[in-house]
């Protein structure tokens, strides 16, 4: 599906997806800037940026094997993991200046364990992270906020004080509503931006520095808002969920074959940006832990809010007029076998079509994709 | 006892045909053991018994409209105890009775039903006994979200189930570290599970029944922390066939706090300080002594175990699940014995303990064992469903380079067989061994 995009920010997002330092986290670097790697998107990157450093989101790209970290890990540990281990033991990750872990599912964590063996990263931390969004578990995590907090304090000297913290969930916010702006669009009948050019804006947003990114993306928001060209050559209106997806070629795949993606429910999509941090709770540290364990889409290891992400796949589906639902997932995620298969459940009981595919971090495996996904379609009636 | 304004309870005999199985089964085990006269077999066939009566007692509840809950060993036991509600594990089949005859057939079932293949056996045939109707519904369900993935997703799962969508569930979130915060945290999930039980099931918790069965553990764990130095004798008293997991059963599963469960555990330190005394080991020649630092292969236990011992005179010194650092609950008041009952279950329960937090717990415990029972060889088998174990397999390694044991991960499925198989773990440790020197 060619793109009809010719914006400026978009090609400087497309290009932060296929290195890790992209140019304008060089010229961060460059002039001094600090950068803190996030190993999933529940690390509270707010406490970060109001330090005064960029968070970024690890990723594995650019890995062409795994050979370092299987010394590691074994065979049955996901390759996402592999991947981005496998760089961090080659020194690729020597821009950082810290990296924060949450104990987000059975293979990310043990990361942690050997970095901290490993490699030698200045600052690292494993935040609690609880896998319930009742109110004892806001409460849990707003002392593990409060400590990480103070944490930064007592390793980088920089006492992120509240009015620091409430100035970057603003900025944070911000970020959110130009993404969900970005989003409306996708809504309408022919979407000015595809699924690949999405998806690299939303990886962007997560390794360069904050505001020039949500200049960028207020250019990119203009710039489509104002036009009326759009996407009329595809099949289907797709919903891709899972986890970890940062490859915009995985999603070309489906795309080269007419489904369009309008929608998601992902790490690199809407569960990191559907909802705001409440501006009007008195206490910051409060608004981002309520925001992370009970208000924010959840993650399939949040224990007893699956009716819930559900309910939001559903609503999605309704407001982006989805024809389809493709969920993927690492081959070895467990959290993703049991969700996709409780999804697929309840998207049967819909009467929805659903997809259920594996895949590997790396390798897109563009040949079973294509068939898998034509198929799809096919079956769809399209 | 009062069952008013609680959920009616409907009872569906046909959920109990695997139950009922399974407990012929372990009759039908208790028979052949029946017939042994050594002392080994004796204390099986005491636990064999001890689980019979477990069975019978769920299927009476059932019967008769009495509640009865579903939980898990490493979920204070000692609460459903002291509070008198009957329990069982929804994951009893793949731990407890994974070598009946039917696992492989059902296996291949809760595979036909569309659950990932990599998802853990253990957690994908739970869900099926449920899904097709094999299971008993109970009044309430303690639910388990530590410390895998699987076990979440398991339980999430069951939570949204068609057939089980009426049934509560409640499941106390573990805190990663250990530290006094994380045990004041999960002490208050406790009784938050207290309060679930008592809403759902109409039984009370009397603080006094409770410390009278917390007392009765601490003698419990101390005999076993007794028994277990036992082990650390030349040669080792006993091997695969009694120990650990029996004692688990007893401990954590059967006997929580039981008289009948402290006397058996007597009876299995008396027989290994007799074996002790008298230099008597499981094998005439114990030339290996091994660590085996998991569950037991259940699925398919008496087609490698035994082949250990006879084969290459190796002999199962400790395991994950004998592997006792249980500390004593203080028993003063509510505040002490609930922190008591959040550190035991969080932080001592077989492998909760390694694998719920960093892997720091792997290394220690292998290092712990290694020296104190002179441990010849660390066995990783590398069960399919523990991923977080072996993505910390190069942690277990480098700790047994440092202590200079070798260390061997196999790659298997603890509960079906045809994933590794018993001939080719056998041919991969028969290799080991002549490349080490062992045996």
Not at chain 1, 197 to 222: C, F, H, I, Q
Not at chain 1, 261 to 284: A, H, L, N, Y
Not at chain 2, 237 to 263: D, E, I, L, Y
Request: charge should be negative; hydrophobic fraction near 40%; charged fraction near 25%.
């Amino acid at each position: 599906m060619s793109t009809k995009v010719k914006s400026k920010a978009l090609k400087e997002f497309q290009e932060a997806t296929q290195m890790l330092v992209n140019p304008a986290l060089q010229r961060w670097k460059d002039q001094g800037g600090r950068v803190i790697g996030c190993y999933c998107s529940y690390v509270p990157e707010e406490v970060i940026t109001a330090a005064g450093f960029v968070p970024f989101r690890m990723r594995g790209t650019g890995s062409a094997g795994t050979d370092m970290a299987d010394t590691c890990v074994s065979s049955i540990n996901c390759s996402f993991v592999r991947h981005s281990l496998d760089l961090g033991l080659r020194g690729e990750y020597s821009f950082l200046d810290g990296v924060v872990w949450v104990n987000s599912c059975d293979h990310v964590r043990r990361i942690y364990d050997h970095w901290k063996r490993k490699i030698d990263t200045p600052y690292l931390r494993l935040i609690s992270l609880p896998k319930k969004v009742d109110e004892p578990q806001v409460e849990w995590f707003r002392e593990e906020v409060s400590l990480f907090r103070e944490s930064m304090k007592d390793h980088f000297g920089i006492f992120v004080s509240d009015e620091r913290l409430w100035k970057a969930i603003k900025l944070h916010n911000e970020t959110r509503r130009l993404q969900r702006q970005l989003y409306e669009l996708r809504k309408r009948k022919n979407p000015p931006i595809t699924g690949v050019e999405t998806l690299a804006v939303m990886v962007a947003g997560t390794a360069m520095p904050r505001e020039e990114y949500n200049k960028l993306l207020k250019e990119l928001v203009d710039e489509l808002s104002q036009s009326s060209a759009g996407h009329s050559d595809h099949r289907a209106r797709i919903m891709l969920i899972g986890g970890i997806l940062d490859d915009p070629a995985y999603i070309e795949v489906i795309e080269s074959q007419g489904g369009l993606v309008v929608t998601d429910s992902m790490c690199f999509g809407t569960r990191i940006m559907w909802k705001d941090i409440d501006e009007k709770e008195k206490d910051p540290v409060t608004a981002l832990a309520r925001y992370y364990i009970a208000d924010r889409p959840s993650c399939a290891r949040m224990f007893g809010d699956q009716p819930r992400r559900s309910a939001f796949i559903k609503d999605m589906i309704c407001e982006f007029n989805v024809d389809g639902v493709i969920a993927e997932r690492l081959v070895m995620c467990d959290n993703w076998t049991g969700e996709q298969f409780m999804t697929g459940e309840d998207l049967k009981e819909a009467g929805i079509p659903y997809i259920r595919l594996d895949r590997d971090y790396i390798n897109v495996g563009a040949g079973q994709l294509r068939t898998r996904v034509q198929a799809f379609l096919e079956m769809m009636g399209r | 006892m009062t069952t008013k304004k609680l959920r009616q309870y409907k009872y569906d005999p046909d959920t109990f045909n695997r139950y009922r199985q399974e407990r012929d089964y372990f009759n039908f085990l208790s028979g052949i053991l029946a017939t042994m006269p050594d002392s080994m077999s004796q204390l099986s066939k005491e636990i064999t018994d001890i689980t019979v009566e477990r069975y019978d007692q769920i299927v009476r509840c059932a019967e008769e409209g009495k509640p009865f809950v579903a939980g898990y060993f490493c979920a204070a036991p000692e609460i459903y105890e002291a509070m008198g509600l009957p329990w069982y594990m929804i994951m009893a089949t793949p731990f407890l009775a994974a070598s009946a005859p039917y696992l492989t057939e059902d296996i291949d079932a809760a595979e036909a039903m569309g659950l990932g293949t990599d998802w853990c056996t253990a957690c994908r045939l739970s869900l099926y006994y449920i899904e097709a109707g094999l299971t008993p519904k109970p009044w309430a369900l303690i639910g388990l979200i530590h410390p895998c993935d699987a076990g979440n997703m398991l339980h999430q799962a069951v939570a949204r189930n068609k057939k089980w969508r009426d049934v509560p569930i409640f499941a106390s979130d573990p805190p990663y570290f250990e530290d006094q915060r994380g045990i004041d945290y999960y002490a208050g999930e406790l009784r938050r599970m207290v309060a679930f039980l008592e809403e759902h099931t109409g039984a009370k918790l009397d603080l006094d029944k409770l410390r009278e069965v917390c007392r009765e553990t601490n003698k419990q764990y101390e005999i076993l922390s007794e028994y277990t130095q036992l082990r650390r004798a030349h040669p080792c008293p006993h091997g695969w066939g009694v120990g650990g997991p029996q004692a688990f059963a007893a401990t954590q599963v059967f006997q929580t706090g039981r008289p009948r469960g402290t006397k058996w555990l007597q009876q299995l330190y008396a027989d290994a300080e007799e074996r002790v005394k008298n230099k008597t080991g499981p094998v005439p020649k114990e030339r290996i002594r091994y660590f085996w630092f998991d569950l037991l292969p259940f699925g398919w236990v008496f087609e490698l175990m035994p082949w250990l011992e006879q084969e290459w005179g190796a002999v199962l010194v400790m395991e994950m699940f004998g592997l006792q650092p249980y500390t004593p609950i203080d028993l003063r008041n509510e505040e002490t014995i609930f922190k008591g009952l959040a550190k035991r279950n969080l932080y001592d329960s077989p492998m909760i303990r390694q694998a719920r937090g960093p892997a720091d717990y792997f290394a220690s415990d292998i290092a712990r064992v290694v020296k104190d029972y002179d441990i010849d060889l660390v066995i990783w088998p590398g069960h399919m469903g523990h991923k977080d174990g072996s993505a910390s397999t190069g942690i277990m390694r480098e700790i047994c380079q440092e202590l200079k044991v070798p260390y061997i991960h196999i790659g298997l499925d603890l509960f079906d067989k045809r994933y590794t198989t018993p001939e080719e773990c056998k041919d991969k440790l028969s290799k080991f061994f002549s490349a080490m020197g062992l045996g």
